[in-house]
């Protein structure tokens, strides 16, 4: 079955650094559209990054020169590397694979940012 598996989340300082990892499988990962969503305590789940097949990106506002979406087909692994980090960006992270409406989700990992 189809699996997406987060990791690489913790607790870092404001302006700290971060590089997330899903790693996808029982999927054909090169065809699905990623994406990075969040959910802060509290709060609705938000989009904060997608990468298409094709590798064209796009982010959230909040996010923009700070974070940056990748894919690796070959590994089948989806990464954002997360800099400058800020308290507000405290949330479990999730990935999401979408394809033709039919779409996964991962289990999320948690980012805490503070001092």
Partial sequence: QV????????LVQPGGSLRLSCVAS??????????????APGKQRELVATISTGGSTTYVD???GRFTISRDNAKNT??????????EDTAVYYCKARRLGVVYWGKGTLVTVSL
């Avoid at 989806?78 to 308290?87: G, T």
Wanted: no cysteine; glycine share 12%.
């Fill in 62 to 64: 909040s996010v923009k």
């Fill in 78 to 87: 989806l990464y954002v590397q997360m800099n400058s980090l800020k308290p």
């Fill in 26 to 39: 029982g999927l054909i990962f090169s065809a699905y559209v990623m994406a990075w969503y969040r959910q």
């Fill in 3 to 10: 699996q997406l598996v987060e990791s690489g989340g913790g």
